[in-house]
C-alpha cells in the first residue's frame, strides 16, 4: 500500500491554465505538507495543514491555493500557471504538527512543466 | 544568506569509501536537524536526525552537529553503489514542523 500517493505523477500544460494536484495519505497522519522542489533539487516548503487547518503559508503567490476537504488529503489548484511554477511538487505527512523531529514521510512527486 | 547551505557535489567516490557530506546554517533557533536521501525521480526519506549538539550513529551513518561553528555533517562508511542518491540536511523547530532544506549534495559511489 502507497503510504502517501499524489496524482498525476506528470503534468505538461501551457501558460495561463489552471490544473490542480492531489494528495492522500494513508497513514493516518495529522499534518500534511507541500514542497517545491525547483531545477537544482531545491526543497522549499509551501503549505502545512493540522487536521485541515492551514498552520504553514510561505511566500507563495495567491495562485497557489491548497484545499484540504479532511485530514487525509491535501489538493494544490494552481491558477494561470506561469513558466517559473514548473517544478516538482511534493505532498508529505507527519504524524503530528510539533513537538520533535517526526519524520514527514513524502509522496512520488508531481513533475509540472509549463510550455 | 540562505538559512542552510549544502555543497551541491556531485560528488563521486570509489566503492568502500568514506563519505562525508557537510552543511552549514545560519539561524541558531533550531531544536533538530535530519538527513534525508534522495534517490533519482523520488520522494525524499529520511535517514536520521539529532538534536541541536552531539553525534548520532546508525549502522553505516553517522550525523554530528557542531553547534560552536554551526557545522552538520553526515559521514557514511564503507559507502556502496546503492548509496548514490541526492543528500539533503534540514533544520527543524518543534512549533510548525517546518522543515528548511539545504540545497542537498549529490553523491555517486562507483563500483
Known amino acids: 500500500d502507497t503510504a502517501v500517493s499524489q496524482t498525476p505523477k506528470y503534468l505538461v500544460t501551457q501558460m495561463g491554465n489552471d490544473k490542480s494536484i492531489k494528495c492522500e495519505q494513508n497513514?493516518?497522519?495529522?499534518?500534511m505538507y507541500w514542497y517545491k522542489q525547483d531545477s537544482k533539487k531545491f526543497l522549499k516548503i509551501m503549505f502545512s495543514y493540522n487536521n485541515k487547518e492551514l498552520i504553514i503559508n510561505e511566500t507563495v503567490p495567491n495562485r497557489f491555493s491548497p484545499k484540504s476537504p479532511d485530514k487525509a488529503h491535501l489538493n494544490l489548484h494552481i491558477n494561470s500557471l506561469e513558466l517559473g511554477d514548473s517544478a516538482v511538487y511534493f505532498c508529505a505527512s507527519s504524524p503530528v504538527l510539533a513537538g520533535g523531529p517526526y519524520e514527514q514521510y513524502f509522496g512520488p512527486g508531481t513533475r509540472l512543466t509549463v510550455t | 544568506q540562505k538559512e542552510v547551505e549544502q555543497d551541491p557535489g556531485p560528488l563521486s567516490v570509489p566503492e568502500g569509501a568514506i563519505v562525508s557530506l557537510n552543511c552549514t546554517y545560519s539561524n541558531s533557533a533550531f531544536q533538530y536537524f535530519m538527513w534525508y536521501r534522495q534517490y533519482s525521480r523520488k520522494g525524499p526519506e529520511l535517514l536520521m536526525y539529532?538534536?541541536?549538539?552531539g553525534n548520532k550513529e546508525d549502522g553505516r551513518f553517522t550525523a554530528q552537529v557542531d553547534k560552536s561553528s554551526k557545522y552538520i555533517s553526515l559521514f557514511i562508511r564503507d559507502s556502496q553503489p546503492s548509496d548514490s542518491a541526492t543528500y539533503l540536511c534540514?533544520?527543524?523547530?518543534?512549533?510548525?514542523?517546518?522543515?528548511?532544506f539545504g540545497q542537498g549534495t549529490t553523491l555517486q559511489v562507483k563500483p
Open positions: 497513514l493516518g497522519h495529522d499534518t
Open positions: 534540514a533544520r527543524g523547530s518543534g512549533n510548525t514542523g517546518k522543515l528548511i
Open positions: 539529532t538534536y541541536s549538539s
